[in-house]
């Protein structure tokens, strides 16, 4: 069962347009949400993160929105440039687990030039 | 920035073969360690937890006597997957997480192996 379920699987933006990805879970547990960013060959890498208590986190171009009662967080890649070309992943963890990670699906997201 | 240092980055070696991959972390003390296999356009599948000192914690439907992993040190981890065959070729990624406590203290990941068994 996917604890975490992302969507969209593929998006393509224009240079300088706006990148959202959606993600939404069900276990009221989690309590950290992480975003990273892979490109091929290589490992994810930490963007940006959030806890329930905040609604909004903000760093350069990538925001994170998150609704607590909807259970629903999403990452907004202002401005995309060709640079952000890669494999996005949502995930959340939980206290009662080491910070175990559970993965979104990713979305592959291709910003034309 | 932490950093994880996974390697190798490529192997490629016959059917039987043992293969070991370390996993380092080169600026902190993980306390925890994950290990993940990733097939081509899907996420990471977890497949094992591993505390230092400890026996690891495999998710279930991963062998443990195939995939023997341990994390012997703060800063290292290894696994070595035993008589390898095609079917284990995969992509397998290692990720350190720092410091006693809370969960919320960042993964950090190594840049994988890619594994292909010929």
């Known amino acids: 069962q996917q604890q975490v379920k992302q969507s969209p699987q593929s998006l393509i933006v224009q240079k300088g347009g706006i990148s959202i990805i959606n993600c939404a879970y069900e276990?009221?547990?989690?309590?950290?949400f992480p975003w990273y960013q892979q490109f091929p060959g290589k490992g994810p890498a930490l963007l940006i993160a959030?806890?329930?208590?905040?609604s909004e986190k903000k760093e350069g171009r990538f925001t994170i929105s998150f609704n607590k009662s909807a259970k629903q967080f999403s990452l907004h890649i202002m401005d995309s440039q060709p640079g952000d070309s890669a494999t996005y992943f949502c995930?959340?963890?939980?206290?009662?687990?080491?910070?175990?990670?559970?993965f979104g699906r990713g979305t592959q997201l291709t910003v034309w030039p | 920035g932490a950093v994880v240092s996974q390697h190798p980055s490529r192997v490629i070696c016959k059917s039987g073969t043992s293969v070991k991959i370390e996993c380092r972390s080169l600026?902190?003390?993980?306390?925890?360690m994950f290990w993940y296999r990733q097939f081509p356009k899907q996420s990471l599948m977890l497949m094992a937890t591993?505390?230092?000192?400890?026996?690891?914690?495999?998710e279930q439907g991963v062998e443990k006597d195939k995939f023997l992993i341990n994390h012997a040190s703060l800063t290292l981890s290894t696994l070595t997957v035993t008589s390898a065959h095609p079917e284990d070729s995969s992509f397998y990624i290692c990720?350190?997480?720092?410091?006693?406590?809370?969960?919320?203290?960042?993964?950090?990941f190594g840049d994988g192996t890619r594994l292909s068994i010929l």
């Open positions: 990720s350190a997480k720092g410091d006693r406590g809370t969960h919320r203290q960042p993964q950090h």
């Open positions: 276990n009221t547990a989690f309590d950290y």
């Open positions: 959030i806890r329930p208590d905040v």
């Open positions: 995930a959340a963890s939980r206290g009662s687990t080491l910070g175990r990670l559970y």
């Open positions: 600026d902190f003390q993980a306390t925890t």
């Open positions: 591993s505390n230092e000192g400890s026996k690891a914690t495999y």
